[in-house]
């Protein structure tokens, strides 16, 4: 590259990752290279050999310092080892950086077949991609019982809902679906519905509806065309993207973006496929769709027209394909389906209709830590969580009498979210995890910390309480749900 290339070049962390990553990497930088793309890459690593040399994240400092400077990213598939290291190094990554808009595009190819080939499938998963069980607060809270927190904020809500209909303008959409469990999960799946629902206001120009996500998972089997851009919680926005992915061939071709105010980074959506590693047999296609999201994020549209009609075009031709995609026919390998998109750069598909693509206008959205402000909030109560393996009439009346001559009474105990006393429910295989919830004699009162301390000290001196909640009111509207069959 000349000096004056090199100084207009865009920086991008190239991080080729575990497995297959370093065979997918190579090929796209090859046919990034042949069509003129002008990148200068930093090459880092992150993943397999970082947790192998004693960084527990999987991300040396090195990995962080580049991204930091270049503020984007070319990821290959990052394994996260069993036995050792700590947390995913992909997961790690996406939160150092508060990358929270992750945007997986699942578009029909050609000449992929498949029982959805002819559908004319085009759209996109925009994934919450730092909050939800993902932030992966996990505890036993007995021998035998898991709890992980599913955590989910109206700050990120609003961020992922503004950033669907953002992607929408920029990419000429027309529908934005938000899927969640808000019918069972009303507080955490409900407050994205509800935030979403409030931001959609602000964006009459487009269609946006709700679905139940299990239902977005029927729907996406039976008329998958009908769907534009879908938004969805982490782990949902995850089940559902690897489901669309499938819809169109499968994770060799599903591209992906992780996007925040401070970086960007672009992955396919498989992983390290270990089973094909260093066999020059993997389909770089979900990585070079990546890349060309990348040139696109850059305003390069022309090399990325470019490189995405060369890949439509080798897929028609359909003479040299990975064994993935191959359908009977012989397969070659990376390096040469590479060498075949190369050849094919300059040559246009009829198959692919170009849109139009302007920039992404990043949501602006508070950064205040309380994002949401509360005029009226008081507790009415506390749940006090106690690990035990007697039944629940013995925890019952016991916590009834330990109670007595305080401000709170028990008012019921539920066993994994069903109320089993005074009243339980028709069956009972209970664990030794009871939520016992405590309100106040005297409703017209808000519970104190005085109230609270009391309760523990109480309930600690006979039982081993591992968990605590306040039962909130915010506004008059209760800040919990009910246990099922309580009144
Ligand atoms: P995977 O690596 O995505 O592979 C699953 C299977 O899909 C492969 O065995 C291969 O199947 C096929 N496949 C995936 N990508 C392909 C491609 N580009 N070309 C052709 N075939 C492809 O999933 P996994 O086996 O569950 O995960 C392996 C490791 O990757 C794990 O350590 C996991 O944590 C990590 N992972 C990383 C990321 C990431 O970095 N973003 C994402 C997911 C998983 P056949 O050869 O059998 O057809």
């Given at each position: 590259?000349?000096?004056?290339?090199?100084?207009?070049?865009?920086?991008?962390?190239?991080?080729?990752?575990?497995?297959?990553?370093?065979?997918?990497?190579?090929?796209?930088?090859?046919?990034?290279?042949?069509?003129?793309?002008?990148?200068?890459?930093?090459?880092?690593?992150?993943?397999?050999?970082?947790?192998?040399?004693?960084?527990?994240?999987?991300?040396?400092?090195?990995?962080?310092?580049?991204?930091?400077?270049?503020?984007?990213?070319?990821?290959?598939?990052?394994?996260?080892?069993?036995?050792?290291?700590?947390?995913?190094?992909?997961v790690t990554l996406r939160k150092l950086f508060e990358m929270y808009g992750n945007i997986r595009p699942c578009k029909e190819l050609p000449?992929?077949g498949g029982p959805f080939a002819g559908r004319g499938i085009d759209l996109i998963v925009v994934r919450e991609n730092v909050e939800d069980?993902?932030?992966?607060?996990?505890?036993?809270?007995?021998?035998?019982?898991?709890?992980?927190?599913?955590?989910?904020?109206?700050?990120?809500?609003?961020?992922?809902?503004?950033?669907?209909?953002?992607?929408?303008?920029?990419?000429?959409?027309?529908?934005?679906?938000?899927?969640?469990?808000?019918?069972?999960?009303?507080?955490?799946?409900?407050?994205?519905?509800?935030?979403?629902?409030?931001?959609?206001?602000?964006?009459?120009?487009?269609?946006?509806?709700?679905?139940?996500?299990?239902?977005?998972?029927?729907?996406?089997?039976?008329?998958?065309?009908?769907?534009?851009?879908?938004?969805?919680?982490?782990?949902?926005?995850?089940?559902?993207?690897?489901?669309?992915?499938?819809?169109?061939?499968?994770?060799?071709?599903?591209?992906?973006?992780?996007?925040?105010?401070?970086?960007?980074?672009?992955?396919?959506?498989?992983?390290?496929?270990?089973?094909?590693?260093?066999?020059?047999?993997?389909?770089?296609?979900?990585?070079?769709?990546?890349?060309?999201?990348?040139?696109?994020?850059?305003?390069?549209?022309?090399?990325?027209?470019?490189?995405?009609?060369?890949?439509?075009?080798?897929?028609?031709?359909?003479?040299?394909?990975?064994?993935?995609?191959?359908?009977?026919?012989?397969?070659?390998?990376?390096?040469?389906?590479?060498?075949?998109?190369?050849?094919?750069?300059?040559?246009?598909?009829?198959?692919?209709?170009?849109?139009?693509?302007?920039?992404?206008?990043?949501?602006?959205?508070?950064?205040?830590?309380?994002?949401?402000?509360?005029?009226?909030?008081?507790?009415?109560?506390?749940?006090?969580?106690?690990?035990?393996?007697?039944?629940?009439?013995?925890?019952?009346?016991?916590?009834?009498?330990?109670?007595?001559?305080?401000?709170?009474?028990?008012?019921?105990?539920?066993?994994?979210?069903?109320?089993?006393?005074?009243?339980?429910?028709?069956?009972?295989?209970?664990?030794?995890?009871?939520?016992?919830?405590?309100?106040?004699?005297?409703?017209?009162?808000a519970m104190t910390e005085a109230d609270l301390l009391d309760l523990l000290q109480r309930v600690g001196q006979s039982w081993r309480w591992?968990?605590?909640?306040?039962?909130?009111?915010?506004?008059?509207?209760?800040?919990?749900?009910?246990?099922?069959?309580?009144?």
């Amino acid at each position: 590259m000349s000096d004056s290339a090199t100084a207009t070049a865009h920086k991008v962390t190239l991080i080729a990752g575990d497995g297959v990553g370093p065979e997918v990497a190579s090929a796209t930088k090859d046919i990034l290279a042949a069509a003129g793309a002008n990148i200068h890459w930093d090459e880092a690593v992150a993943g397999k050999e970082a947790f192998e040399g004693g960084i527990a994240s999987g991300v040396p400092q090195d990995t962080i310092d580049s991204i930091d400077a270049n503020r984007v990213a070319l990821k290959g598939p990052l394994e996260t080892p069993v036995g050792f290291g700590g947390k995913s190094a992909n997961v790690t990554l996406r939160k150092l950086f508060e990358m929270y808009g992750n945007i997986r595009p699942c578009k029909e190819l050609p000449n992929i077949g498949g029982p959805f080939a002819g559908r004319g499938i085009d759209l996109i998963v925009v994934r919450e991609n730092v909050e939800d069980v993902y932030a992966g607060i996990e505890h036993m809270q007995s021998p035998g019982v898991a709890q992980c927190l599913k955590l989910i904020s109206r700050k990120g809500c609003e961020k992922i809902s503004r950033l669907s209909f953002e992607l929408a303008r920029s990419l000429g959409r027309k529908r934005v679906t938000c899927a969640t469990k808000a019918n069972i999960m009303k507080k955490t799946e409900g407050l994205l519905k509800s935030t979403f629902e409030d931001v959609a206001k602000e964006f009459p120009e487009f269609t946006s509806d709700h679905i139940i996500i299990d239902n977005a998972c029927h729907q996406l089997v039976i008329r998958p065309e009908t769907f534009d851009i879908i938004v969805s919680t982490n782990m949902n926005g995850d089940i559902v993207s690897d489901l669309t992915s499938g819809l169109v061939g499968g994770l060799g071709l599903a591209p992906s973006m992780n996007l925040g105010d401070q970086a960007v980074m672009f992955e396919a959506v498989h992983g390290s496929a270990p089973d094909i590693a260093g066999q020059d047999k993997v389909n770089p296609t979900a990585l070079l769709l990546s890349s060309v999201m990348m040139l696109r994020h850059f305003g390069e549209f022309e090399t990325a027209d470019k490189i995405e009609h060369a890949l439509y075009v080798t897929l028609e031709e359909g003479k040299a394909l990975t064994g993935d995609i191959a359908q009977g026919r012989p397969a070659v390998g990376t390096k040469r389906f590479a060498e075949e998109i190369i050849a094919n750069l300059g040559k246009r598909s009829d198959k692919l209709v170009d849109r139009d693509y302007t920039p992404i206008n990043m949501p602006k959205v508070s950064s205040d830590l309380d994002f949401v402000k509360c005029s009226d909030r008081r507790d009415v109560g506390a749940d006090v969580f106690i690990e035990s393996g007697k039944m629940p009439d013995e925890v019952g009346k016991s916590l009834e009498q330990i109670a007595e001559g305080s401000n709170l009474q028990l008012k019921m105990i539920s066993n994994r979210g069903t109320q089993v006393y005074p009243v339980a429910a028709a069956a009972f295989d209970g664990v030794d995890h009871h939520r016992c919830r405590f309100v106040m004699r005297d409703k017209s009162q808000a519970m104190t910390e005085a109230d609270l301390l009391d309760l523990l000290q109480r309930v600690g001196q006979s039982w081993r309480w591992i968990h605590i909640e306040r039962l909130p009111e915010y506004n008059g509207e209760p800040g919990y749900t009910k246990a099922q069959g309580e009144d």
